[in-house]
């Protein structure tokens, strides 16, 4: 049985920086690709960053240059950096393992940026 369950979310204040982990459990991440999604209030889920079972990686444009995301196959472990948090990043970020519409998810962890 595949979980994903993510931590590291929080309250942050504006220029501030979080690291988002996603740990997995029942298969292996390196075999699939990985993304991060947020989710705002009244807005869709959309897509921040990916990484393939490659090692290539995705951003969304709102987040190039201040986001990273890596994984630690030792850990089965997927991470998003972020760095110069601006209050429009505050949403729920989940983790996804496969693809959004027949892959997993986890429970999501809320990040806030504000001063």
């Known amino acids: 049985q595949v979980q994903l369950v993510e931590s590291g979310g929080g309250l942050v204040q504006p220029g501030g920086s979080l690291r988002l982990s996603c740990a997995a459990s029942?298969?292996?991440?390196?075999?699939?690709?990985m993304a991060w999604y947020r989710q705002a209030p009244g807005k869709q889920r959309e897509l921040v960053a990916g990484?393939?079972?490659?090692?290539?990686?995705n951003y969304a444009d709102s987040v190039k240059g201040r986001f990273t995301i890596s994984r630690d196959v030792a850990k089965n472990t997927v991470y998003l950096e972020m760095n110069s948090l601006k209050p429009e990043d505050t949403a729920a970020y989940y983790c996804?393992?496969?693809?959004?519409?027949?892959?997993?998810w986890g429970q999501g962890t809320q990040v806030t940026v504000s001063s």
């Open positions: 996804n393992l496969g693809s959004p519409t027949l892959g997993y």
């Open positions: 990484i393939t079972s490659s090692g290539r990686t």
């Open positions: 029942g298969t292996l991440i390196v075999i699939y690709t």
